[in-house]
């Protein structure tokens, strides 16, 4: 059989359209996982680069329930009676609440009157389960030691009473400035924005949050989801008095509902504390799964996109699984779905007991769902009709870092820096509103993924099992194109692979793929998005027209590729325990590690380690123990076997060829670099290259930047 996926047009051969171009994810790089609270904000930014803006009303609505003019004058009515509003020959105007910009006291003085309007305005929605509180230099409470503070927030009425706000209870943050200037313009959208952030990634309940931010006289309602962020045009808090009572009316009724559900919690969640610690019991159709401790949940740091975290969790008899809390595209099916394709098409093109293999190497998904809450598909909203909006661009001058920085974490590490240069490139195309939905999916298979085995001889056995699944999902004429050390599980004495949101056939036309992630395991060729080993071929006759060239697409040699990077990257990463003991000189490793691994796209010094053998020969040799080099000395022959594969497949450019001769002979020399390897691998024991840089120096940090050590002022904050 030949597979020839990439062919030039013609009148009998439709062309398949291109892989998407991916895009990194700022918030995995190690910027943002310094702790340093304004590195972190600018990767949220870089990350989202744009948000939607709306008319004010057509936001309102998504709210909760409007005030109905009956309603609103009733409102008006006690709102004078209070002495809130005053009504005479000039019109409604607020009674104490004058334009902040005329203030000469100061910021917090000046909105001090918003927060007697609000509260009086909620006070006409029975039942409502919110407060506001106006707290510029209190800290609330957060799992992620966060040290913003927000001007002021709604937050759950039961919780009020604490002596501190946690950030689980704040329902809708706020920030002020007396100014509208673009400085003060600029500032409260980049903290909105963060505050937004954090609760979406501090509160696995929070399917949505609603922030608002006030410019002296213009109020802006904010939304975000993890389809997009969204703003309202501003409205004059001053002429617009009606908007200002249907704006607080609304979020009254929305937390009237002891699930808070039209405020974004997740009512099919419940969080319980467990200690020290929360955990949490999701129902998933007649199910109930208690999770016992967190798996991976970095996924949910990037305000836009899936928002996977992943748990381990026990059933009602005590079973353990995995859990995945997801937002997938709207368009693309469940990663449950997929993987039910994928042994569908497993079951056509292997024998029985190749069948079974395979099974053993994929994880085992027990039940997936999608979210329902009040039996609707839970799913991102569609805010406004499409003539009703316009994108606004993030503008991130002049703050971008400059600065490499050490991951302060455990999760994959990244060394890349936000690059001001290659942000202009991966703006995301499209005008129309994304739309993602809520899904659950439930796995049997409970381990510990590959970058935290420590023991050497089972890292490359795990890699080893992973290897094997891919070969059958190769078999079968799937690609993976998201293979990583996060997404393979040691399951006993067995390498699995997991994560199959991103796998598709070979043949498929699907064109709404969304790429983000981490750069560190991706084929050189995927991350230029173009073929690289083309053979040299002579310009047309003069005269001529030059043939349409097929768009990139991603074949199963990157899969392998990425294997090749799985496997340097856990030499260069880390070191061995004896050496580490002896002196090893980190400093130049982890400078290696940092050019092979940048975390970003387009760097030269990534394509040119993997491509030029003697670049990475000389590497391998100057920075790798003695012991690891041992073990990794195959590296430049699986290098040099990938190099030849893509020579053979991109031969007869522009057709692509990719045999099953080619498949097999890439597994069969792959799979024998990693088994010899594993075989020489003894009783070595890896540790993480920052944890014995860190003891040389001092931390650069936890999550965030140090609390000021003044609190009781707050001359200017974060």
């Known amino acids: 059989m030949m597979l020839t996926p990439h062919t030039p047009p013609s009148q009998n051969c439709q062309m398949l359209p291109p892989d998407t171009v991916p895009v990194p994810r700022h918030t995995s790089q190690a910027d943002y996982r310094t702790g340093d609270l304004k590195l972190g904000r600018i990767a949220v930014l870089a990350d989202l680069r744009r948000y939607l803006q709306v008319p004010f009303d057509c936001l309102v609505k998504c709210v909760g329930a409007m005030p109905s003019q009956r309603d609103l004058q009733r409102i008006r009515h006690n709102l004078t009676e209070s002495k809130i509003l005053a009504d005479d020959e000039s019109g409604l105007q607020w009674t104490d609440f004058t334009p902040p910009a005329t203030s000469k006291g100061s910021e917090e003085n000046a909105f001090k009157p918003l927060g007697r309007i609000i509260a009086e305005i909620l006070a006409e929605v029975p039942n409502h389960g919110v407060s506001f509180l106006a707290n510029p230099n209190g800290t609330p409470l957060s799992q992620r030691n966060n040290t913003s503070r927000p001007d002021g927030f709604l937050v759950l009425s039961n919780e009020k009473t604490q002596p501190k706000i946690h950030w689980f209870d704040i329902a809708v943050p706020f920030e002020f400035k007396k100014g509208r200037d673009m400085e003060s313009l600029r500032d409260d959208e980049h903290k909105i924005i963060w505050s937004l952030h954090n609760i979406m990634r501090e509160d696995l309940l929070r399917r949505f949050a609603f922030g608002i931010t006030i410019e002296d006289m213009q109020l802006r309602l904010w939304l975000s989801n993890r389809a997009f962020l969204a703003v309202t045009e501003p409205i004059n808090i001053f002429e617009n008095i009606d908007g200002v009572i249907s704006l607080f009316y609304a979020l009254g009724s929305a937390s009237a ?287 001529t027209r030059s043939p349409i060239n097929p768009p990139f697409r991603m074949n199963f040699l990157h899969d392998i590729e990425s294997v090749w990077w799985a496997f340097t990257w856990i030499f260069f990463y880390h070191t061995d325990t004896t050496t580490a003991n002896a002196g090893h000189c980190f400093d130049t490793q982890w400078n290696q590690f940092q050019l092979a691994f940048p975390g970003t796209v387009g760097h030269a010094s990534r394509q040119n380690f993997f491509t030029h053998i003697p670049t990475l020969h000389k590497s391998c040799n100057t920075v790798l123990s003695e012991t690891c080099l041992d073990v990794f000395c195959d590296i430049t022959h699986f290098a040099k076997a990938l190099h030849d594969g893509y020579r053979m497949a991109e031969a007869q450019y522009p057709s692509v060829v990719l045999s099953d001769t080619l498949r097999e002979d890439m597994h069969r020399r792959a799979a024998e670099y990693l088994r010899d390897a594993q075989e020489r691998a003894g009783v070595i024991k890896l540790c993480p290259l920052p944890n014995f840089r860190k003891q040389k120096r001092p931390s650069p940090g936890d999550e965030t930047s140090p609390p000021p050590k003044n609190q009781g002022k707050k001359p200017r904050r974060d």
């Open 257 to 543: 509902s002891s699930t808070m559900k039209e405020l974004g919690w997740d009512p099919t969640v419940e969080r319980i504390r467990d200690g020290e610690v929360f955990q949490y019991k999701f129902t998933i159709g007649d199910e109930v799964f208690t999770t016992t401790r967190e798996l991976a949940t970095y996924g949910a740091d990037s305000m836009v996109g899936r928002g996977t975290r992943v748990y381990e969790a026990t059933d009602a008899e005590g079973e353990k699984v995995a859990i995945k809390d997801s937002w997938r595209e709207v368009e693309r099916q469940s990663e449950g779905e997929i993987l039910k394709n994928i042994l569908a098409s497993c079951e056509e093109k292997l024998q029985p007991d190749k069948l079974a293999n395979a099974k053993k190497h994929f994880v085992g998904v027990r039940l997936w769902q999608d979210v329902a809450i009040d039996d609707t598909r839970d799913e991102t909203p569609m805010v406004a009709e499409e003539h009703n909006h316009t994108w606004v661009s993030i503008d991130l001058n002049p703050i971008l870092s400059t600065r490499l920085h050490l991951s302060s974490t455990g999760d994959v590490p990244d060394s890349g820096q936000l690059s001001a240069t290659r942000l202009g490139n991966i703006a995301r195309n499209g005008t129309g509103i994304p739309r993602r939905v809520h899904t659950c999916t439930i796995f049997h298979d409970v381990g510990v993924v590959l970058k935290d085995v420590i023991p050497l001889a089972d890292i490359l056995s795990c890699l080893l099992g992973a290897l094997k699944a891919l070969y059958y999902l190769h078999k079968a004429g799937w690609v993976h194109r998201d293979f990583s050390v996060g997404n393979i599980i040691w399951v006993g004495d067995i390498g699995k692979l997991g994560d199959f949101e991103y796998a598709k056939q070979m043949d498929s036309n699907a064109t709404h793929d969304v790429r983000t992630g981490t750069m560190h395991f991706m084929a050189v060729e995927v991350e230029s998005q173009d073929y690289l080993f083309l053979p040299i071929i002579d310009p047309p006759p003069r005269g």
